[in-house]
């Protein structure tokens, strides 16, 4: 059983800094990709940013305001968000492509979404 839990969330003010954190437990032979993606209410899930072990991958609307970064020793990946803006307010959701038989193909896993939200 795959397993992906994020924290970091809350509340903060225009202009303001959060970093969240996903850690992937369960039984995984690899991780492709690990990622974060968001949902704002009434609009659709979104790509944030995505890393693999090789290359970064960010939306424009994030792009020199978000880092995200990988530590391959926990499985876990993280998001730093600076200069948050009111629109940057959603539902972040942790997501990782990884296989868990050496047989197997791989499969996209989700995280059950922590809240972000920017206002004064």
């Known amino acids: 059983q795959v397993q992906l839990v994020e924290s970091g969330g809350g509340l903060v003010q225009p202009g303001g800094s959060l970093r969240l954190s996903c850690t992937v437990s369960?039984?995984?032979?690899?991780?492709?990709?690990m990622g974060w993606y968001r949902q704002a209410p009434g609009k659709q899930r979104e790509l944030v940013a995505t890393?693999?072990?090789?290359?970064?991958n960010y939306a424009d609307s994030v792009k020199g305001r978000f880092t995200i970064s990988r530590d391959n020793a926990k499985n876990t990946v993280f998001l730093q968000s600076n200069s948050l803006k009111p629109e940057d307010s959603a539902v972040y959701f942790c997501y990782a492509n990884l296989r868990t038989g050496r047989l197997t193909g791989s499969n996209n896993y989700w995280g059950q979404g922590t809240q972000v939200t920017v206002s004064s």
């Open positions: 890393i693999t072990s090789g290359s970064t």
């Open positions: 369960g039984s995984i032979v690899s991780i492709n990709v």
